[in-house]
Each structure stands twice: as C-alpha cells, then as structure tokens.
C-alpha cells in the first residue's frame, strides 16, 4: 500500500539545531538550492524540487534537512528505493529523528519489505505515541504482514 504523495507527519523538512548557523559562501549556496527545492516540494512539483535537492546536497551533504526533503521528493516521484536510502542515512546521523522512522516505513512498505517496515513503524509510533500518521503506518505495516 502506497501513498500518492510524500510521507506526511510531524512538519518535515524542518532545519532544526541551528543545522544552518554555519554557513559559508558554498553553504549559502546550499541552503538558496534547499530553499527552492522546499518551493516546489510545497507546490507539489517533486521533480523539480528532486533537482534543487540533490544540488544542495551535493554542496552541503552533512545537512539533514537536505536528506529529509530530498527522501520526500524521491518518495512522491514514486522513486521509493532512492527515497529510503535517504531516509536510512539521515536515520544513520539522526537515529532519534521519529519521521524519519515514519518515512523509511513508508518507502520499505511500497518496496514490500514488510519486515522492515514494520520495524521502523515501530520505532516512529514509539518515539511518538501520539501521532496519528505514524499510527496509521503502523497499521498499514500490520495491515500488509
């Protein structure tokens, strides 16, 4: 079961941390390409957003807020392979990063890797009870085994 859009839940693509208090002339580079690609995520235009993304991460690949928006651009573009090796090495620098759990159990569920969805669903619905979105990703994982 997969959805026509990118994984929604708890606000992405969010810079958190101050991720962009250091920037640089490369770095203001980066963040311009980030900025648009979030446009057209917004706008609902993956492609273009996919593009502007990958920019900014080929200049900045240490910020995660790249990796998120560019995992939901690859994710809409039903490209869910690219979008949870996204999602799995933001979790890689990130382990806490609930939506990131969420998202990758989304991608590992339209990939039929129902295991490993539901593992990640897990853990997103553990990280935060709360959240409905998760939740019914959990139950979609539980829906699919």
Known sequence: MTSAGPPEGAAPG?????????Q???????YEFFQAGRRFLAERHPGQAAMYLERALRLAPDKNSIREALGRSYYALGMYESAAQEFAELLRRAPTNDYAHFALARCLLALD???G???AARLAVAMAPDNADYRRALDDCLAAG
């Open 117 to 119: 969805a539901l593992r």
């Open 14 to 22: 969010r810079p958190t941390n101050g991720e962009w208090a250091d």
């Open 113 to 115: 890797d129902v295991a």
């Open 24 to 30: 640089t002339a490369e770095g203001e580079g980066a």
